[in-house]
């Protein structure tokens, strides 16, 4: 029955990476980045409202499940204010098979490559900031020092390997904008969540209930963030470079080199449809952590607060 629904209840098993993965296949749906702000709104309000338990008469489960997937594709799960278009996992293959799909194709000049690692870098930074655990804020300052280091730490890589591979195989030179992005974002994440690392970062018991600020758990967040983000693009961006080249071989594709990079871009966005929900599913959401692995100070108010109850705190990774 619909009014008797626990709308935050996980539809699939969140301790499981299939049940992951098709959570993440339901919230990164591209389709839902199409949809009108007033659409959203209209599902956020019926979430609240079922979260109250005041279900507007006439309400199927599948309209509240339709309403999960909407609010959380595009509404932040710490504040819960709605996400910027551009910074939602569900713009993630719109938008990120058009980027990726043109640092494969313009690798060979370093005017394209610097070009195409800046709206890259551009792009990440927007996504982290927005996917970024609310509770600890960060001021513009920081964020101009997180995009600036980022991107030079992109075009550094690119454009130095760029002209490291001059007499490399061609394929090596089609690797250096994953070698780029990949470096890019061991910088770019941590950067743009300073302040989690630098403070901490909010930890809950089961309940949610909060129990202190921990430097460990962010740590831990953050670098499972960055290897989602890695193995988001490592397909794509290794894969594709290879087809390519073997494509190029055949006389139809030489001549028509001007659709080389719209294919890409296709081809990229296929990875992608993939591999977005599947790198998301890597780690749980709610990443734990047990408290014996916590800060001294922290494990210790823990334990005389509560005692031996807790085993484990909880916190919001991020995306």
Known sequence: MAQSLDIDAPRWDQSTFMGRLRHFFNITDCRTALLPD??????KALVLSCRAGSVPPGTTEDQLHYAKKLYDSAFHPDTGDRMNLIGRMSFQVPGGMAITGFMLQFYRTVP????WQWVNQSFNALVNYTNRNAASPITPKQIGVAYVTATSTALATAVGLNLYTK???PLVARWVPFAAVASANCVNIPMMRQ???LNGITVTDENGNKLGASKKAAA?????VVVSRITMAAPGMIIMPIIMQRMERFRFMQRITFLHGPIQVLMVGVFLVFMVPAACSLFPQQCSMAVSKLEPELRDSIVSQHGDKIKYVYFNKGL
């Open 38 to 43: 007033a659409e959203l709104d209209q599902a």
């Open 112 to 115: 394209a490559v610097v070009f």
């Open 167 to 169: 007499k490399a195989p």
């Open 195 to 197: 302040q989690e690392i």
């Open 220 to 224: 831990k967040g953050i670098t499972q």
